[in-house]
């Protein structure tokens, strides 16, 4: 696909050898052109130049950290604009989510952030929005080699299924988008991460910052030229966002967990629609995708606790 085409195009140059913002009729009336309204869901573990814990939070490198996401969310942003994008909405989804600099982003883009957001990763997605960004993401706790690889909490979730593919964070995410009929066209990360999202979104432009050698390790592009590559390609996402439906997840979904103990199974059918399979393992399915997506999330809030005891 056109994001690995340009990762190996610059593997080979020298450093290798929210609900009150304005309408969008509104925003059209205002502007006399079309808009492209984006929404920008941004993690940090597929930024170029990560590959350990201490990067992405606590006391050691998060300030480099938090940096280098900056600079990539800000690429992206730049590229959207480039391309006619008129307004920009981040969601922090990394953490306590509060990992940006409001004041440095681009774009005069608005900022949600907080650790307590009903809809986690995707909150403030609606279906006003002409496409999804999905910007720094990592693969599932399930791929073969992704770095800091794992799917929304390593202390609970062991392997997640949806419909039948190996699913993760940005699968999980695009249900809220298929729900509101928003096209999700960017995603960044490494190999894995673009793989993995490639058969929910069909056509999304992946940009390939990093290749990983093993969870804790990976070959990273020069920040510079991640982020070139990053304005890029969400240039090109929203010249083609009109062109993409929505999320290509067929209902009913049928949601398949393993959790790390068969304890954790059994306090997820304490939700209702949560069927255990197997002492380890949990269903969740269901017409409405958002329905699905929350009794996710859910599942992952109230296992957590568990997850710490271990």
Known sequence: MQGKRAFVRAWRLPILAPSNLPRKGDLRKRHNRPVVKIFLS?????????????????????????????????????????????????????????????????????????????????????????????????????????????????????????????AGESALNALVALHHGVPVVLITGDEATVEEAEPFMPGIEGVVVKRSITRHAAHSLHPETARELIREGAGRAVGRAAALGPPAIDLPARLEMDLLTADMAEMATWIGGVQRTAPRSVLIGGDDPLDVYRRFVTVVALTRGLGELR
């Open 42 to 166: 941004s993690d940090i573990e597929g930024t170029a130049g990560i590959v350990d814990w201490s990067q992405v939070g606590g006391p050691g490198d998060y300030e480099m950290g938090r940096r280098l996401l900056q600079s990539e969310v800000n690429a992206a942003i730049d590229g959207a604009m480039a391309a006619g994008a008129t307004e920009v909405v981040v969601n922090d989804s990394h953490g306590a989510m509060h990992n940006l600099l409001p004041a440095e982003l681009h774009g005069r883009a608005s900022y949600i952030s907080g650790r307590h957001k009903p809809l986690y990763m995707m909150e403030g997605l609606d279906a006003t929005f002409d496409a999804a960004f999905f910007v720094a993401y990592h693969g599932s706790i399930s791929a073969e080699r992704a770095v800091l690889s794992h799917t929304y909490n390593p202390s609970a979730v062991y392997h997640v299924q949806l419909n039948g593919h190996v």
